[in-house]
């Protein structure tokens, strides 16, 4: 292994540029001189496949419209609860089964009027809150029957009665009934209730509709492949984060794959050589421009000066697999670096000119990967992911103490993979996973949702621009014009228009 004091880190400067505009995408010309084989692209595959690098995998294709990017949402429910005969809930769960009218008792939830009470209840529950405008039900009665439908929302309790009527006075199969809304609540549950003693009714499904407050649907600026592991391979490990300097170029820490450079249209610039066995996990600019990466294959941190070389080498006692993460401190520029095992939990703080080790903030949560990202408010204040946390913890940069846990109601049923903050305080919440399949949560400086953007697959079905894939970092403008995700393969970036 290199020693510190001959440990070097070099940048190779493009020669030549090669831009390639086409549908706002531009492409920079790869810095290997050996040709990479063209990744295929998502519509070239049958609809039975699902593209992952370039092998291809058969998946069983969603029957819910799951990647609409709009506010706009049409739900089903996913789960239910009756008072009827027991285990037929399941026949409320989804889109309608038109087919099935001929014996709907067989195929759709239903009770007996000679044995069941004199009220039926079914309780249907949706993936995630909207802003409801209509509520469809499909069913079928062996007579008039009335019928009562309420709305409400499961963690605040508040309901609202939707409808109360007489029902039933056709024979079709299946009859529509739709009730529209306008109430400024939100909505993730619906309780239909009827007098089962006037008739049976057949329910098939209930779809809720609405608007998802928040989201936008925001054009991809720009979608640029990137090198990358192969995924099915066993030793292939995923890339790092990502930072911007003050021009907004943007530094891309590529795990094994080395460190590139873009400018803000997504042109490759610089691409700094490492050496073959370091894992560059992490990278950060200071207020002067000067980025600083991490290195947990060789355990330290390192800033490049203007010429790509060596700067400030460190790093003392970090454990296997560390740091992985780096923040600098926006008023005293030193340098934050998580470091965390099975066995110990905490941010190394250490000089930015002599490199030395200043003091540990030692984190409550201890575990391999238990935290993700790690960033700067304008003010000094430090955030972090815990993942034993359902919201965003906001740290005392001196001490360690969480000054608040922030977005706790929104970020609870979610996945967070990094995150990321403007100079407004506004915090973009990177997500792997969510209800209503957003990739990207914006919290106001006190927590509070403001914007969503961005969709999810988890099995490559609609992989395409604004459709992300287990993406894995995030990194945002000072002013929150541009915002970037990197995913394995590609690197995406969005503008926000004024």
Request: charge should be negative; proline fraction near 6%.
């Amino acid at each position: 292994m290199p020693t510190k004091k001959n440990f070097f880190y070099l940048v190779f400067l493009l020669t030549t540029l090669s831009f390639v505009v086409s549908c706002s995408l531009f492409s920079a010309k790869s810095t290997s001189s050996a040709t990479q084989p063209a990744l295929p692209s998502p519509t070239e595959a049958s609809q039975s496949q699902v593209v992952i690098g370039n092998v291809f995998q058969p998946t069983v294709l969603p029957t819910t419209d799951v990647l609409i990017q709009s506010e706009n949402r049409r739900l089903w429910a996913v789960s239910a609860v009756t008072d009827s005969d027991p285990g037929n809930e399941e026949f409320l769960l989804g889109s309608p089964d038109e087919m099935f009218c001929e014996s709907p008792e067989v195929f759709w939830s239903y009770t007996d009027v000679e044995n069941s009470p004199t009220e039926i209840t079914f309780s249907l529950s949706y993936a995630y809150a909207i802003k409801p405008s209509e509520i469809n039900l499909y069913f079928t009665t062996t007579g008039s029957t009335t019928l009562r439908v309420e709305v409400l929302q499961a963690s605040s309790g508040l309901g609202y009665l939707a409808y109360e009527d007489k029902i039933g006075d056709s024979s079709s199969c299946p009859q529509v009934l739709s009730i529209p809304l306008d109430i400024d609540q939100m909505v993730d549950t619906i309780i239909v209730a009827f007098n089962n003693q006037e008739a049976s009714l057949y329910l098939d499904a209930v779809e809720l509709a609405g608007t998802l407050p928040g989201y936008e649907s925001l054009p991809v600026f720009w979608r640029v492949p990137v090198v990358s592991d192969d995924p099915t391979k066993a030793d292939s490990r995923y890339p790092g984060g990502m930072a911007l300097d003050g021009l907004n170029n943007l530094y891309l820490a590529n795990g094994q794959n080395g460190l590139l450079r873009y400018d803000v249209e997504g042109n490759l610039l610089q691409s700094y050589t490492v050496p073959m066995e370091s894992y560059i996990s992490d990278i950060a600019v200071d207020e002067t421009g000067k980025p600083v990466l991490t290195d947990s294959t060789y355990q330290w941190f390192v800033s490049l000066g203007p010429n790509g070389m060596q700067d400030v080498v460190g790093g003392e006692d970090f454990s296997w697999d560390n740091p992985r993460e780096i923040a600098i401190h926006p008023l005293d520029g030193t340098y934050f670096l998580m470091d965390e095992s099975e066995e110990v939990a905490r941010i190394r703080v250490y000089n930015p000119l002599t490199a030395e080790w200043i003091r540990d903030i030692p984190l409550e949560t201890v575990g391999y990967f238990a935290h993700r990202g790690l960033a700067f408010d304008q003010q000094g204040a430090l955030y972090t992911i815990d993942q034993s946390q359902p919201g965003i913890l906001k740290l005392d940069a001196s001490s360690g103490e969480v000054i608040d846990i922030l977005g706790f109601t929104d970020l609870a049923p979610t996945g967070r993979s990094d995150l990321a903050l403007d100079s407004s305080g506004n915090i973009y919440v990177l997500l792997n996973n969510s209800p209503d399949n957003s990739a990207v949560y914006v919290l106001d400086p006190q927590g509070n949702l403001l914007k969503r953007f961005g969709q999810l697959t988890y099995d490559g079905w609609g992989w395409e621009e604004g459709t992300f894939l287990f993406p894995i970092s995030i990194a945002v403008s000072a002013d929150g014009q541009f915002v970037f995700i990197r995913e394995n393969e590609f690197l995406t970036a969005y503008q926000w228009m004024p």
